[in-house]
């Protein structure tokens, strides 16, 4: 398995449109593995292929306390079930440290294949049903700042901006550091 790097908001690649998975063969199941990993070690709850520079429609979610039970979402198709529309504070690996609320539908159905290829037909409310809508907003190019102010949309390229340059500063000091041993 591997940790995968995750695209960051503005970059353009964020903005294809992922497409069908055709076949759920073994290299879908290597990926679906690493961007399992990668949500893990990036503390998220979802990761949407996109992310990850790739352009397929899949993605992986954990919602559980103990971040063992990851789902996985092929070709999903949501569907709002109700007018209403609920916020949620939400946050995305791609526009890191950038939180804010968004309004979207509190109750949608999920149609999907599983990672075995199999189908997946659910009701989703709560954090589910926020963390799909936000994850197919990833598979057709849209991020959760679009929702937001013009405003608010360039403080987040200036944030994302600085806490990359920080990332990169701290991965170099952490190259020249020497390793630490187990003893
Ligand atoms: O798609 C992503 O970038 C993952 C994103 C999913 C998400 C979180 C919150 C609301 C909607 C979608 C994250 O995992 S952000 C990091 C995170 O774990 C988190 C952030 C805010 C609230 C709850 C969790
Ligand atoms: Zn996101």
Redesign the pocket.
Known sequence: MAVLPILSYPDPRLRTIAAPVKEVDAEIKTLISDMIETMYAA??????AS?VDRHIQLIVMDLSENRDTPMVFINPKVTPLVEEKQP???????VPDV?DKVERPSKVRIEALDADGEPIDEIAEGLLA??IQ??MD?LNGVI?VDYLSRLKQTRARDKVKKVLKIREKQSQQAAKQPEATNV
């Open positions: 503390d998220g709850i979802g990761l949407a992310q949620y504070e939400e946050g995305c690996l791609s939180y926020v963390c936000h994850e990833h959760f």
